[in-house]
């Protein structure tokens, strides 16, 4: 058999260039046609990805059979036409799929590659079934490796475009240069694969058979020139569309827009109007809220120093009747002002580490008076799984607590009211704690218990009269706890009484060391201690057991006196008496202190053991528990930390068998801060408020020094050092936001940081925030409470103690400098104290060199005026051994004596080395 001829065609370049023009139409047509479908929806986006893929497929598909035709070969072609519409088919497809992915709100590289792939696919079967719709006297034959090439080139010529129209898509003008560019790229990449193509394929001579021209059509010029101007038309029309499209779109968008501002500028007015009535509002709140306090801190602070003098009992009762009304009317005005400041969203929690014990403690300090002067019970059970230390905001759930355990005592006449806490959940270091207010009062209606919690809302309108209240106790409580990322709900049955739970999310905090109790007082003092707890109510005597329990004590319990007496009388018969008795003061039928007289009846049993617990002090107890010796008599609800360490004194003092003095939360208070008293600086401008605060202060043991305004506190604080400064912010000439800031800037040089915490009438929204922003270490607002401003005390009591204890191994290791003289001769003034180490520092290596140069040269006189020089010195820094030497030196030099002078020289270099170490132990850190 011979071989058959193979040959190839030529090529008509006017055609080729046609093929590419049409191409970049198809391409520029591609990319405003993406942008339209991805800004439509519905049946606008379909009509747009339908005509835009009829289109684009077309527009593709005649560049496709342009380039055919502009491939010249030596006889005439015919197309089936078919397959030919297969092919456009083929091309539309591929063009629907490139136009759906583009449009997508994202395009990854997974997107983009199965995109192509189907795109380059689509190209690719529309090329090859186009060529096999050639009808003609000849058969094709393809090189496998250009045909693998040109289907590569088609999917990654198909990625790239993808690529380009995604990121194109968004482009707003009808021409750029960015898009032109990407037309061209896109334009020339997919003549580039239909060439390739060409190239892939060689003919044969070949007889045509007849039945393959059944569907077969000839092409003319003409033909091809109509298909050529078609095409143009369409994407002509295509493009002119998107682009008219897209102008009817933005001036939509405009107008729009246009109408967005409007509204804007009308929302803005209202916002302004709105903001300028609700400054008036808070200014006219503000300034009343001060107006009010400020008296109302004169006739609630001296009321209560009145009432711990001797009064008779009308007197008492006159008073107590206008502390009271005081009380109530400052309750009215906080609750209003704390719904004013959550109402308008400008209330943010804290996020501070606090003991959570000492928190819920000190809520419940704060109704205890109020309690037992209803003859209540008020109990607090804490689980030992609750963490001690969390963080959070103590402040606002302190307020939540105390809001839930007023009601309680408020609306309950006889019983009990029972706070109890546990742990709800917890994950990592997060933690749901679960509080729970329980009392036996008159309870709530079971339709009433969700209208509660709204404003200006109380169970019924006979209760706001009987009760009194401004209804938003429970809404604020409710808010606070859903910005603690908890829920507050109620349980309750009308005449049995309520239940309120809520819970707040915290978070762990590391725990901290607990007070420092007296020598010896470690916890396994307690460990095995026998323990008889007295007390009538069930509650309670559950609670006290759980903590002696987790103390270690061996502990058993009586609900009333004569039960008591009977287990410690069985308990001495067998030889296993009870080393501590805790009996509650009020009880029926015996009382604390009737019980404690029957026992010392009894068995004449050492008093030193015996503890009282009482809801409410009365004047004259102290001295009757004196009398009958009882050891400790503390206010219920007692702090576990206050109990723990009054039973452990208890303990040592029997031990110790001597008479010891009767301990109480005063004394206990007074043995933390060991005796240590804090100097303080009063800012304040009003008459009043300067003699309340300076008598609160002097009662509590604290040196006061009392200034008017801002500028004269100043100007004390430039004479001398205050442990605290206590300021007001509104007063004359200079205010404490002005003086606060003064003073902040001053220390900046000096490096001492000097403690001033705010003690102010202004209570509203951000108050507190610009007072810390100004440079507050705290904030105390007025009336002032005597329990909040023990707090802040005890604060800079504890650091005093600290620091002194920081100072104790100094005075105690050191020989070369006695510390305490020292500090007692400059008031403990830290910042003199560095003035002085930096002086002497920078002195005393002159002077010894003075003196080694002037023993060498034998010059007594040199020698005399030095040793005088460093003797003065050192004798003001109370360096003890070195002045004596300093004063051995200034005497050889007066004799003229210089034997042994050389070793007297060489002790002081080394003990001056000693004195400089003990300065810069003692100086603060910024101020070396």
Request: proline residues 3%; aromatic residues 6%; charged residues 20%.
């Amino acid at each position: 058999m011979g071989h058959a001829a193979f040959f190839t065609g030529v090529y008509d370049y006017r055609l080729v260039v046609a093929s590419v023009v049409i191409a970049l139409l198809a391409a520029y047509a591609a990319l405003d046609l993406a942008g339209r479908v991805t800004v439509s929806s519905g049946l606008t986006r379909m009509a747009w990805l339908s005509g835009g893929a009829f289109a684009l497929g077309f527009g593709i598909w005649s560049m496709h059979y342009v380039g055919m035709e502009a491939y010249r070969l030596p006889f005439e072609v015919m197309y089936d036409w078919p397959t030919v519409l297969l092919s456009i088919l083929a091309a539309i497809l591929a063009s629907a799929v490139a136009l759906f992915v583009v449009s997508r709100k994202k395009m990854t590289l997974l997107t983009a590659g199965v995109g192509s792939l189907f795109m380059g696919g689509g190209i690719a079967s529309m090329h090859y079934i186009g060529m096999a719709a050639m009808r003609m006297p000849a058969m094709h034959h393809y090189n496998l490796r250009i045909v693998t090439l040109s289907v590569v080139l088609a999917v990654v010529i198909s990625f790239a475009a993808l690529w380009m129209t995604f990121s194109n898509r968004e482009e707003k003008t009808s021409f750029s240069a960015k898009k032109l560019s990407s037309a061209v790229v896109m334009g020339l990449a997919i003549p580039v694969m239909h060439y390739v193509g060409m190239a892939a394929v060689t003919f044969t001579l070949m007889p045509l058979d007849p039945r393959s021209l059944q569907h077969a059509v000839g092409i003319s010029s003409l033909g091809l020139l109509g298909i050529g101007l078609v095409t143009v038309f369409v994407l002509s029309f295509v493009y002119v569309s998107a682009m008219v499209d897209r102008k009817l779109a933005l001036q939509t968008v405009e107008l729009e827009l246009m109408a967005q501002r409007h509204r804007l500028d009308l929302e803005v007015e209202r916002a302004q109007l709105a903001e300028k009535s609700n400054k008036a509002k808070s200014e006219f709140l503000a300034n009343m809220s001060h107006e009010i306090r400020t008296p109302l801190n004169g006739i609630i602070g001296m009321t209560d120093l009145a009432l711990e003098t001797e009064l008779t009992r009308e007197q008492r009762d006159y008073l107590q009747t206008v502390k009271l009304s005081a009380d109530a009317l400052l309750n009215v005005i906080n609750d209003i002002l704390d719904f004013s400041k959550i109402d308008a969203g400008k209330v943010e929690l804290e996020s501070i580490d606090f003991d959570l014990y000492e928190c819920i403690e000190g809520a419940l300090k704060t109704v205890a008076l109020r309690a037992d002067e209803k003859g209540l019970e008020l109990l607090c059970d804490v689980s030992s799984e609750v963490p001690a230390w969390v963080t959070g905001d103590p402040g606002r759930l302190r307020q939540v607590i105390l809001n839930l355990i007023g009601n309680a005592v408020k609306f309950t006449d006889e019983g009990e009211v029972a706070l109890r806490v546990r742990l709800e959940s917890h994950e990592d270091q997060e933690v749901q704690l679960q509080f729970t207010v329980a009392d036996t009062g008159i309870g709530i209606p079971q339709h009433k218990l969700e209208a509660i919690f709204e404003s200006f809302s109380q169970a019924d309108t006979s209760t706001t009269r009987e009760y009194g209240g401004t209804g938003l106790g429970l809404t604020i409580s409710r808010r606070l706890v859903d910005m603690m990322g908890g829920r507050i709900w109620v349980e309750s049955e009308p005449g049995k009484g309520s239940s309120f739970h809520f819970t707040a999310t915290l978070s762990r905090a590391p725990e901290r060391a607990a007070a420092v109790l007296p020598a010896a007082a470690h916890p396994s003092v307690l460990v095995g201690i026998k323990v008889l707890l007295v007390d009538d109510n069930r509650t309670n005597r559950r609670i006290l057991e759980g903590l002696v329990a987790r103390w270690g004590m061996i502990s058993a319990a009586a609900s009333g006196g004569q039960q008591a007496l009977d287990m410690f009388a069985a308990a001495k018969a067998e030889n296993e008496p009870f080393q501590m008795v805790l009996t509650d003061m009020h009880m029926p039928r015996m009382d604390g202190f009737d019980f404690v007289e029957r026992l010392k009846e009894l068995s004449g049993h050492a008093s030193s053991t015996i503890m009282m617990l009482t809801s409410g002090g009365q004047r004259g107890d102290a001295q009757r528990c004196e009398d009958l010796g009882i050891a400790a008599y503390l206010l219920k609800p007692v702090r576990q930390s206050e109990l723990r360490e009054a039973i452990v004194n208890v303990l040592m003092a029997s031990r110790a068998a001597e008479p010891a003095p009767l301990i109480t939360r005063y004394s206990l208070r007074e043995q933390a801060s060991g005796g240590t008293t804090l100097k303080i600086l009063l800012a304040e401008d009003n008459l009043v408020n300067q003699k309340l605060a300076t008598r609160m202060l002097e009662k509590r043991n604290h040196s006061v020094t009392v200034v008017g305004n801002g500028r004269e506190a100043l100007i004390a604080l430039e004479r001398e050092p205050f442990d605290l400064v206590l300021m007001d912010m509104q007063m004359p000439e200079m205010d404490g936001f002005e003086a606060t800031i003064a003073l902040r800037e001053r220390e900046t040089q000096t490096g001492v940081h000097q403690p001033v915490v705010a003690m102010t009438a202004l209570a509203m929204a951000g108050d507190r925030e610009r007072c810390m922003q100004a440079g507050m270490d705290g904030y105390l607002s007025k009336p002032i409470r005597p329990d909040e401003l023990d707090a802040v005390l005890e604060q800079y009591l504890a650091e005093k103690v600290q620091a002194r204890e920081e100072i104790a191994p100094i005075v105690e290791s050191q020989d070369s400098v006695d510390v305490q003289q020292l500090l007692d001769r400059i008031d403990d003034d830290r910042a003199l104290l560095a003035d002085l180490n930096e002086i002497f520092r920078n002195d005393y290596p002159k002077q010894l060199k003075q003196l080694q140069i002037a023993l060498q040269e034998k010059n007594a006189v040199e020698i005399q005026r030095v040793g005088h020089m460093l003797k003065g010195a050192l004798s003001n820094l109370s360096a003890t051994r070195a002045t004596e030497l300093a004063a051995k030196l200034e005497e050889a030099g007066g004799a003229s004596q210089l034997a042994g002078t050389q070793a007297v020289l060489d002790e002081l270099v080394a003990e001056l080395a000693n004195v400089q170490r003990v300065l810069d132990t003692l100086c603060p850190e910024n101020a070396k």
